[in-house]
């Protein structure tokens, strides 16, 4: 059972509902892909601050209780209103790894049983290596 309050769990399905996005994209695109795709990069930014307007949503108990990366997430947010896209997909890339990824295990054992994170990504998604290898880790 959830020890978040409803609005506490609403926030964290939205982040999580966004985080899941995020890795999605990683599985599917290249950072060079997004990085030379204009909508690809506004969906990363959007994201990103999107994400953070959820976090802002959550109460400070909830944040403390939390074992996630509250300061990384803000840089990221704040990294997401860079004018330079190169410099800001290459650093939110990494941020999805860094950040989202950690965010996303956090509140997915808050939220698990919440029917509308269901279907959120596992932040220990793998993707398949090209020629049948092993799965190795993202």
Avoid: C, N
Avoid at 66 to 72: G, N, Q, S, T, V
Wanted: charged residues 35%.
């Amino acid at each position: 059972m959830s020890r978040l309050a409803a609005s506490d769990r609403d926030a964290a399905v939205e982040i999580l509902q966004h985080a899941s996005y995020l890795q999605a994209l990683t599985l599917t695109a290249t950072r060079a892909q997004v990085v030379r795709s204009d909508q690809a990069r506004a969906d990363l930014v959007d994201r990103y601050r999107r994400i953070g307007a959820a976090a802002g949503r959550l109460s400070k108990a909830a944040r403390d209780r939390l074992d996630a990366p509250w300061d990384a997430l803000e840089r990221a947010v704040r990294t997401a209103k860079r004018a330079d896209p190169e410099d800001q997909v290459k650093e939110l890339w990494t941020g999805i790894r860094r950040v989202v990824r950690p965010l996303a295990a956090a509140l997915r054992d808050e939220v698990g049983e919440d029917p509308s994170a269901a279907f959120a990504l596992d932040p220990e998604v793998r993707r398949a290596e090209p020629g049948g290898k092993k799965a190795r880790r993202r």
